[in-house]
Structures are given as C-alpha cells and as structure tokens.
C-alpha cells in the first residue's frame, strides 16, 4: 500500500474511533481545486527502457574469425539476439566493453501531472468530485550513444532511443471524507470511474548497419559478403505514436489541512486503472517495418497511471 493511502487510511480510523470528527465542516460546501503531480513509470514502459528492450523480428549476424576446413577457409557465422530497442542496462555493458561510446541514459519516464477538479461535500461526511487531468513527460525516456560502424575506431555514428508521453483523463469520484481537530484537518477516500486518452511517441534513429533482416534466402550468406550485404539494413528515422481511449475505474486518497478559512492545502495518491490496445500503426521508414517484422505497430496505450499530487482547495460556497 502506498505510504499517502497508508497514511489516509490510519487518520480516519483514528478520527472514528477517538470521535475527533466534528460539526464543525457540517454544511454542504462547493470547493475547487489544483493540483501538480508525478505520474509514476508513464506508460509502464520502465521495464522496456532499462531493463528489458524490445525483439526485433530477426537476429543479429556475427562474423567470427574463419576457421580451416576443406578448401578455402570459410568465415563463420553466428547468429546472436537482436533488439529494435536496446536497454540501457545492455548499453551500460557494451559501453564498458569499448564497443558503444558517449552513453547518455534518462531512465524509465516520469511525466508530470496538472490537476483541476470541483467537489461537493454534503450529508457531513460525503463528497462527489469531477477533475481534469493532464499529464506529459517532465523526465526520462531518452536514450542516445554512438557507435562505429565503419570499423575505423572513430564512433561517430549516432543512436537515439527517445520516448514521449501525453495524456488527458476525466476521473467521477465518491467517497467519505473525515474531518479531524474541529475540520483543521480532513482525511478522504473516493472511488469511481474514469475516461483517459493518450499514449506515447516513439522516435528511434540508427545509423545504416545497425540492424540485420532475414534475406530471401534461407541461407543469406550462401552468396558470401554478397549475401550479408543484402541482409543489412539501411539508417532508421523512424517517429511512431501510439494512442488509445477507455473508460476504467480509479480511486483517490489524501488529506488536507486549512491554511487559511476556505484555503486549504492537501496532497494526494490517484491511480486511474485505463489501458486500450492501440490501433495497427504505419510505420513512416520502410526499415522500421523490416526490422519490426510488420509494416504496422500495435501496442498498449496507458492514459491511466499512478500520480502522486500536492495542491490548493478553495471552497467557494457554503450551502
């Protein structure tokens, strides 16, 4: 359990149980609030950026050094995995080995989250509340090295691996709130329902060579360098987005406290459960689709998320 939901949780069963709860916020009140926040691993793509990649749809050729046999020596071949992304923890490894140079990793994404909601407290302890959100990347998802391609010792060829993410979502929420010291303090909980659309932007950019496909021929070294020519492929430029719209259910917990009458200052947890199956996506480089294995990308979106938030509520009218 998170430590604001643990926190929520434990002030209002003291509140009920120690009766501090009070007639003090008794009236039905209309307040407006903002709030700026952190959506935690945006997308959850955390795991595909440091950790895990993405499969290409082909594996890697490795030439080894020839070995003698019957006739002329014949270059040995050796087919290794390939991935259409690299994680950072693969390139922290071939960095070390001289292989990659100028590593620069930004980490799972963290996007930051602008809130605006109106609530309506009534029978004492119960609110219904509407909001607003917006979310878009603030840090991480960017990924770039280089490389030498010509074999020279010179690495000059660039790599770059750039996420982006945008999301808006509408959350309905109801729930309990519990006022404490006389409403100086309140302790809250809703469930409900939301709508989110978003998703994220891919842009990957690798120089000619980087990545192998699968010749026509079963064999594609079968016709010597000719072959391992055709099976390279050529620099990628590609820009991708992947988007989807879907209602899901959401919760919110947190506390506030009053600065000032009619003026108070909370911080909250709010996790929207929306996720939506992208649509087939055209790639708009040839490569791309070569070393994808489709010329179209399919992919979960995830307008929903996690966000931790700190804000202002206003109540505006007292009924």
Not at 5 to 34: H, K, M, N, Y
Not at 176 to 195: H, I, S
Not at 286 to 308: D, H, T, W
Request: charged content about 20%; overall charge negative; hydrophobic content about 45%.
């Amino acid at each position: 359990m998170h430590p604001v939901l643990r926190f929520g949780a434990a002030v209002a069963v003291t509140a009920g149980l120690c009766g501090i709860g009070g007639p003090a916020q008794a009236e039905d009140r209309f307040s407006v609030g903002f709030g700026f926040g952190y959506k935690i691993d945006a997308n959850r793509l955390g795991e595909t950026i440091t950790t895990d990649g993405l499969d290409a749809a082909a594996p890697r050729i490795q030439i080894l050094p020839a070995f003698e046999a019957v006739g002329d020596p014949v270059p040995e071949i050796a087919f290794v995995d390939q991935s259409v992304i690299t994680s950072e923890n693969t390139l922290v490894v071939l960095e070390d080995a001289g292989q990659i140079k100028d590593l620069e990793q930004g980490g799972a994404m963290v996007a930051f989250d602008i809130a605006l909601n109106v609530r309506y407290d009534f029978l004492d302890v119960l609110f219904a509340r509407i909001g607003f959100n917006y979310s878009f990347r603030g840090i991480g998802g960017e990924t770039s090295w280089k490389s030498d391609q010509d074999g020279d010792g010179v690495f000059t060829d660039e790599h770059l691996q750039k996420w982006d993410y945008q999301a808006i979502g509408i959350p309905l929420y109801v729930g309990v709130n519990v006022p404490v010291m006389e409403g100086k303090f309140n302790a809250y909980a809703g469930v409900g329902v939301a709508w989110a659309s978003g998703g994220f932007t891919l842009e990957l950019k690798a120089p000619d060579g980087w990545y192998y496909v699968a010749a026509n021929d079963p064999n594609p070294f079968s016709a010597g360098e000719d072959g391992l020519e055709a099976a390279k492929v050529g620099a990628v430029n590609e820009k991708a987005s992947i988007e989807g719209s879907a209602f899901g259910l959401g919760y919110i917990v947190g506390v506030d406290g009053e600065v000032v009458p009619d003026l108070n200052v909370f911080v909250e947890a709010e996790t929207q459960y929306v996720a939506k199956m992208s649509e087939a996506v055209a790639f708009s480089d040839e490569n791309s689709g070569r070393i994808f294995g489709s010329p179209k990308l399919a992919y979960p979106a995830i307008p929903g998320g996690q966000v931790i938030r700190l804000g202002i509520k206003y109540t505006f009218l007292t009924l």
